[in-house]
T-cell receptor
């Protein structure tokens, strides 16, 4: 069974440019998460989807970040415009849902803003 | 708000020695608890999880963790460290399955 797939793995952009990350969750997983991992820190939730619905986007900086999950499968996270402080690893995860919250993570996209 | 504290940002052990990584949680209800491992430039891989079935949880690669409600702890152990265990380890908690709250991570170094 394929795991969570993210692309690209690495991205370098200049500040003020837009960038987009793509995630394909494990088949059958209705819950999808985007986490932000800054250097030397644990991941922090940006947004959680249940099928197509964003049920928790309280930590998503909506002035520059946006996300979508069309048809309840793949998801895209976008930043426009990017700032130097956005340099980090963006992790996508998926789960079957349920009370435990166990999530399976992709390899992440490392963003460098110069 | 729920929080997870990992004591020690760096832990160094000799190959063959006991590994002990500490994790304490703060939660108003007994949470679900997890340990994940992250190798350089990789995503997070689940090592083990506590979901109230048993307080001593065994995971992959010889790791285990014990849930102690009285101490609000979920420390990760391995009897004998291997060079391949060198990585960063994250403890995480989930109260109602809505999201994972992570600790800051502990980098494990294994000396030969």
């Amino acid at each position: 069974e394929a795991g969570v797939v993210q692309s690209p793995r690495y991205k370098i952009i200049e500040k003020k440019q837009p960038v987009a990350f793509w995630c394909n969750p494990i088949s059958g997983h209705n819950t999808l998460y985007w986490y932000l991992q800054n250097l030397g820190q644990g991941p922090e939730l940006l947004i959680r989807y249940e099928n197509e619905e964003a049920v928790d986007d309280s930590q998503l900086p909506k002035d520059r970040f946006s996300a979508e999950r069309l048809k309840g499968v793949d998801s895209t996270l976008k930043i426009q415009p990017a700032e130097l402080g956005d340099s980090a690893v963006y992790l996508c995860a998926s789960s079957l849902g349920g009370r435990s919250g166990e999530a399976f993570f992709g390899q992440g996209t490392r963003l460098t803003v110069v | 708000a729920q929080s997870v504290t990992q004591l020690g940002s760096h832990v160094s052990v000799s190959e063959g020695a006991l590994v002990l990584l500490r994790c304490n949680y703060s939660s108003s209800v007994p949470p679900y608890l997890f340990w994940y491992v992250q190798y350089p430039n990789q995503g997070l891989q689940l090592l083990l999880k506590y979901t109230s079935a048993a307080t001593l949880v065994k995971g992959i690669n010889g790791f285990e963790a014990e849930f102690k409600k009285s101490e609000t702890s979920f420390h990760l152990t391995k009897p004998s460290a291997h060079m391949s265990d060198a990585a960063e380890y994250f403890c995480a908690a989930s109260e109602y399955g809505n999201k994972l709250v992570f600790g800051a991570g502990t980098i494990l170094r294994v000396k030969s």
